[in-house]
């Protein structure tokens, strides 16, 4: 099957793009998201959306402006409009504070163009280097459950992340650019071992083929049952929090409840229900409400939500800072979760 046969398959199938969605792409320049601007405009005509794209360097090698013009020059060169962002990092900042700047500026671009959606070329490799990454670090259920195809870019965010070549190899890729003479840009830092996600890719990856040749393919596939499974943990937890928490202004998009709580920003959650659902759960509702909080894309980590939810059932009623800009009162009947005043 051709890729772009397979790609629409896969958009379909998980109902990534729609009829009349604006979807920023985004583009780094390199082959992964040049084969993904391809295969889009090659879909457009069938599934009658529109594409933007959007830029972001990071200021962190001495060639990164050169990606910018080339991405800028493929945009103009096929009347898609463009735009582009530059970070201010220095070297030796840490792949977070660099992926946080990233989708950031993403995030805004979205807005700025009113899409729908963000797309990025995460395919099959990046799926069994996640997987790998989040094992080797330490995860749970959402964890081994890699990369989605879908979510929401914050929580309660309008505007979703898909990934729509999740399960095309970058053998695919490669031949898919050889064959019809796409030009792209290589980042020389993808080679370089001191980043860990690249060590696994070229050290650990290649050991484990030799147990299982097909060990991408495997771990996809278990991405996959595993993350049927979290979401239905996930939507317990948000019907949970939506129905018997109260809550206001909470994050970005989401809906406030008929019952408001009288200050801003805050989660209230009935003790006695809460203590009675399962400890995983309990964990995944505390999660998104941290996460709704603190309106980040990022992972709250497995230390900060049990530490929370033991504090929860110590029947202890007290008040705990959770983060810099996080804390927590527990009384008799619930836990109150809000941004402190700055």
């Known amino acids: 099957m051709k890729i772009q046969n397979k790609i629409l398959e896969y958009v379909t199938e998980h109902s990534l793009i729609k009829k009349g969605d604006r979807v920023l792409l985004a583009l780094s320049g390199g082959p992964d998201s040049v084969c993904l601007f391809h295969l889009l405009r090659v879909l457009q005509t069938r599934l009658k959306f529109s594409i933007f794209t959007g830029h972001f360097n990071h200021g962190l090698r001495p060639l990164s402006e050169n990606d910018s013009v080339f991405c800028r020059e493929l945009s103009a060169k ?12 220095k070297p030796g900042t840490t792949e977070d504070t660099s992926r946080k700047a990233r989708y950031d500026f993403l995030r805004k671009t979205a807005d700025h163009f009113s899409c729908h959606s963000i797309a ?44 729509p070549m999740l ?5 695919e890729i490669s031949g898919f650019l050889a064959e019809n003479d796409y030009r792209f840009v290589s980042d020389a830092t993808n080679l370089d071992p001191k980043f860990q996600r690249n060590k696994i890719r070229l050290e650990l990856l290649p050991l484990l083929a030799e147990y299982n040749p097909n060990i991408k393919g495997t771990l996809f596939r278990m991405a996959e049952i595993l993350n ?17 928490c109260l809550f206001e202004n909470v994050g970005e998009g989401l809906r406030p409840l008929p019952k408001k709580d009288k200050k801003t920003g805050r989660y209230r959650l009935p003790l006695k229900e809460f203590s009675s659902l399962s400890f995983s759960l309990q964990r995944e509702i505390l999660r998104q409400a941290l996460s709704s909080l603190m309106a980040t894309p990022y992972r709250v980590s497995y230390e900060e939500v049990e530490y929370l939810r033991r504090f929860f059932l ?11 800009n996080l804390q927590a009162a527990r009384s008799r009947e619930s836990l109150v979760l809000s941004k402190m005043s700055s």
């Open 78 to 89: 096929y009347r898609i409009p463009f735009l582009a962002g530059k970070g201010s990092l």
């Open 120 to 163: 990025t070329g995460h395919q099959l490799d990046d799926q069994a280097e996640t997987i790998l990454l989040h094992l080797v670090r330490g995860t749970g259920l959402q964890g081994l459950s890699g990369i989605r195809p879908c979510r929401p870019v914050l929580s309660g965010s309008k505007i979703n992340l898909i990934r």
């Open 167 to 171: 399960f095309v190899s970058r053998v």
């Open 228 to 244: 049927a499974d979290y979401r239905h943990i996930s939507d317990q937890a948000d019907d949970f929090l939506k129905s018997r």
């Open 314 to 324: 110590s029947g202890r009623s007290r008040k705990i800072r959770i983060s810099n």
